[in-house]
């Protein structure tokens, strides 16, 4: 996709979605911390659904620490990996209480040292709370990069590394949530929608199956 094309294509993501945002839901840092590390390989809905009860009685580093794993398995059963997810989000408050007076810190190598805690969930956590101009790769985002040409790359790396350099500056900001929208609703995985996407024309995909 060339540099013109990739302008006009967020400045139509833009217009339809000026403030995009997570879908994960959340009232603090923490909890969103929390609601990305249980979102790996599952679903946004599915997470929501559980921390709706688990964050009641674990709003913060303290509470959850207090909590314990069995009882943090017992409100996430209902999410993949429920056992692995619930001991890291036990360690992880205990290591922000002991290392960070139970704040999230706003830096990639204090993040990515928490216990599930990867480059993606780092990069969620600077995009979204710390404003940080950064980009998460995830399954919708790695395709849609890869089937419009925007930002080719045969790994998650080598995407993030391509879309850096592909989005305008203007749009960097946002582009994470545009992009991992578009490719949930939209350019979806099996049938993407592409009778009624609105960057259709600036993409190579359509018509080809």
């Known amino acids: 996709m060339t540099p013109d094309a990739a302008r006009e ?4 993501l833009a217009a339809q979605n000026p403030e995009p945002r997570t879908e ?4 603090s840092p923490y909890q969103l911390l929390v609601a ?3 979102s790996a390989q599952a679903t946004d809905k599915s997470v929501n659904l559980a921390t709706r009860q688990l964050f009641p009685a674990a709003p913060t580093p303290t509470a959850m620490l207090a909590l314990g794993e069995e009882k943090v398995a017992g409100y996430i059963k209902t999410i993949g990996l429920f056992r692995a997810k619930a001991k890291n989000v036990v360690a992880l408050s205990r290591l922000l209480i002991e290392r960070h007076d139970g704040e999230v810190p706003g830096d990639r190598a204090a993040l990515e040292a928490l216990p599930g805690v990867g480059r993606k969930t780092a990069n969620v956590i600077l995009n979204t709370v710390f404003r940080q101009p950064v980009m998460a790769v995830d399954t919708h985002i790695f395709r849609l990069a ?4 925007l930002a080719p790359g045969k790994n998650v790396a080598e995407v993030e590394a391509a879309l850096m350099r592909a989005v305008p500056p203007k749009y ?4 994470h949530h545009w992009l991992i929208l578009h490719g949930r609703y939209v ?22 199956g």
């Not at 994960?24 to 009232?27: I, N, R, V």
């Not at 890869?146 to 040409?149: F, K, L, P, Y």
């Not at 960097?172 to 582009?175: E, K, R």
């Not at 350019?187 to 080809?208: F, I, N, Q, S, Y």
């Open 36 to 38: 990305v590390v249980l």
């Open 24 to 27: 994960l839901d959340y009232a």
């Open 172 to 175: 960097l900001l946002n582009a």
């Open 9 to 12: 294509l967020f400045q139509r």
């Open 187 to 208: 350019c979806t995985a099996r049938k993407p929608h592409c009778d009624t996407c609105l960057v259709a024309d600036l993409c190579p995909w359509p018509g080809e």
């Open 146 to 149: 890869n089937r419009t040409g």
